[in-house]
């Protein structure tokens, strides 16, 4: 089952303020895991920001997922992303 990724305006311009390899390295780890997404994730401890995460590298990406959508909330830096609320 393949999974469809929906991006929120505030993950977009999250993802505006990352540097062009940091961008690339992480849409090509989201295209991976579109496929079996809870396989990849964590499950978060604070609802609040969303349901899961996925790990690349130094950045988090915070998503939900909705019958077949990944929906990306938030995606940043670990030392930052968890501040955001």
Known sequence: MSYSLIYTQRAIKDIR????D???RIGR???RYEE?????SSKLTDPR???YRFRVGDYR??????????VVLRVGHRKDI???L
């Open 17 to 20: 303020k990352l540097d062009a």
């Open 29 to 31: 780890t989201l295209k």
């Open 49 to 51: 920001m969303g349901t």
């Open 82 to 84: 968890y501040r955001k």
């Open 61 to 70: 990406v915070v998503f939900d997922i909705e019958e077949n959508d990944i």
């Open 36 to 40: 079996d997404p809870i396989k990849f």
């Open 22 to 24: 940091v961008r690339r």
